[in-house]
């Protein structure tokens, strides 16, 4: 076994018990990582400088291939109705079957950190079979100082060979890929997917897991600082605009995707960003398109042109196009991940439906409904099947990464917004007018015109009304903000139609929080949307 680049001569795969006849590359700088993955024909050059990859069949997470070991100690602690068990035999043996199959390949090693607090940071050590894969997961973690790496002691191992296929007969797996984690020994094995997104939502949800345990919230979430320390989270799923949203050029970004909150503030679990490209401009997004048209970027599944430029419009690989770049990349990007207590908490929802209004101030109470809720909604495209809005109720807005029971992180948010006097909003950058298909995409210049009014704590001063379906206070009018879009009823030609898709959407919200009644007190449970009657 060959080895290079190692600096910490205590500490190695073979303390893994991993071992190959080939090559392993211990932390290798940017530059490197390009002419590995060239060489070995993985990836291409775009233009400008970026490496582009093709992560193969799959473009996107497998949710219904992820496993948490079910052991004595995760027994009682993990949400198994969400998350699906592998036994502790069957992890051994992949794990066994995990190292044979390293044994004959070369291999990259990057020394990484999840979490920006040094108190409730976790060492990872990455080993993937990919060099670009190694530059990915370089770009996304938290990079140690060279010096660092001589002490390095890593307390989570992943281990991703997309070109290991698993046999459900014998690994107890639905396919021949596999996601398993092993929360107890802090292990992670990733096969027969190159998405090398599963390698970074391990760590994420291997920090859902342990800090709860210290009395630290994990969230789903960007946040970002004003200049005067003023700080804000930015919850919301896929397409809600969390990343555009916190790219803020008056604002510092702290971080696009994971965060934690702790005793001393918030802090980034993450030394990068992971930004979605499709339809992605210089106008409408120019920081995240300087970003993805640079050395040392790592583009996904991204179509380029005959001379090598990216057609960022080009969904025909799949609408879920990505670029990894580190936080740096954009300038005026937080250089210690950190900062204090929020003031101001956003909860972002893309309402296929027209219902919901552009801004909604919440009280406590209805913070928790709409954050156990996790609301947003698919549209025609999007996915195979789908042809008319549906709604998509991931609760705590990431629930594929919680090993816990949501009223965990639910209980832990309300004492910390209670404990800091927190301002919660509901923002809406989706439809308005009507339906998606008959009305148009929320502006974007009305949603920042709105966020910088609740930020800067001028809105808090805004007459406000209460919504009839949903009870929430809606400001009347706000300054540079054309007042009937604030009212969604009133943008619908039809407003009888409005009340009727808006009693079909208090409907699914009431059947979807069923599951947690039993979870909240009768303070949640009294947010919840009424159904009202059809206006004159």
Not at 285 to 297: C, H, K, M, V
Not at 320 to 342: E, K, Q, V, W
Not at 458 to 464: Q, R
Request: charged fraction near 20%; charge should be negative; aromatic fraction near 8%.
């Amino acid at each position: 076994m060959k080895e290079i680049g190692k600096r910490n001569p205590a500490c190695g795969i073979a303390e893994l018990g991993l071992t190959t006849t080939e090559t392993v590359r211990y932390n290798f700088l940017p530059a490197a990582l390009y002419e590995e993955s060239l060489r070995r024909g993985e990836a291409h050059l775009t233009a400008f400088g970026a490496l582009v990859a093709d992560t193969g069949p799959y473009t996107g997470r497998s949710p219904k291939d992820k496993y948490v070991v079910r052991d004595e100690v995760t027994e009682s602690q993990v949400w198994w109705d969400k998350n699906a068990s592998i036994s502790r035999e069957q992890f051994d043996l992949l794990h066994k079957e995990f190292l044979a199959h390293a044994a004959t390949r070369d291999l990259y090693v990057q020394d990484l950190i999840g979490g920006a607090d040094p108190a409730n940071a976790l060492p990872t050590r990455v080993v993937t079979e990919l060099a670009w894969h190694s530059l990915f997961i370089r770009n996304l973690l938290i990079r140690p100082a060279l010096s660092e790496l001589e002490s390095f002691q890593p307390e989570m191992t992943i281990i991703a060979l997309p070109s290991f296929k698993a046999d459900p007969a014998r690994h107890g797996t639905r396919t021949d890929t596999v996601i398993a984690l092993d929360l107890s020994r802090r292990i992670v094995l990733i096969g027969g997917t190159a998405y090398a997104g599963e390698m970074k939502k391990s760590v994420f949800t291997a920090l859902n897991y342990a800090l709860p345990t210290k009395g630290v919230m994990p969230m789903h979430c960007s946040a970002n600082v004003g200049p005067d320390g003023d700080s804000a989270v930015f919850f919301g799923l896929s397409g809600t605009g969390k990343t555009t949203l916190s790219a803020d050029p008056k604002r510092t970004l702290i971080g696009d995707d994971e965060h934690g909150w702790g005793p001393d503030g918030i802090f980034n679990f993450e030394g990068g960003c992971y930004a979605k490209t499709i339809r992605l401009s210089a106008e409408a997004e120019p920081e995240i398109f300087g970003a993805a048209n640079r050395f040392g970027t790592v583009l996904e599944n991204v179509v380029l042109d005959e001379a090598g430029v990216p057609d960022f419009d080009d969904g025909s690989r799949t609408e879920n196009t990505r670029c990894a770049y580190p936080l740096d990349f954009i300038a005026n990007a937080s250089a210690s991940g950190r900062a204090g207590h929020p003031g101001n908490i956003i909860m972002l929802t893309a309402d296929a439906f027209g219902v919901m209004p552009p801004i909604a101030r919440l009280t406590p109470a209805q913070a928790m409904y709409h954050f156990l809720s996790g609301y947003t909604a698919k549209v025609a495209g999007t996915e195979r099947g789908v042809t008319e809005p549906q709604p998509e109720f991931s609760t705590c807005f990431g629930a594929p990464f919680l090993p816990r029971h949501p009223s965990i992180y639910a209980d832990l948010l309300r004492a910390l917004i209670a404990q800091h006097g927190v301002d919660c909003w509901l923002v809406n950058t989706g439809w308005t007018g009507g339906a998606y298909g008959v009305g148009k995409r929320m502006p974007i210049k009305a949603t920042r015109a709105l966020l910088t009014a609740a930020l800067e704590g001028s809105l808090k001063g805004a007459e406000f009304r209460t919504d009839a379906n949903f009870g929430f206070a809606v400001p009347v009018s706000v300054p540079g903000v054309d007042q009937a879009i604030l009212d969604p009823r009133s943008t619908w030609a039809d407003p009888v139609a409005y009340d009727a898709q808006a009693r079909k959407l208090v409907s699914m919200f009431v059947a979807n929080f069923e599951r947690f009644e039993c979870h909240v007190d009768p303070q949640v449970m009294e947010a919840a949307p009424q159904r009202a009657e059809a206006a004159e």
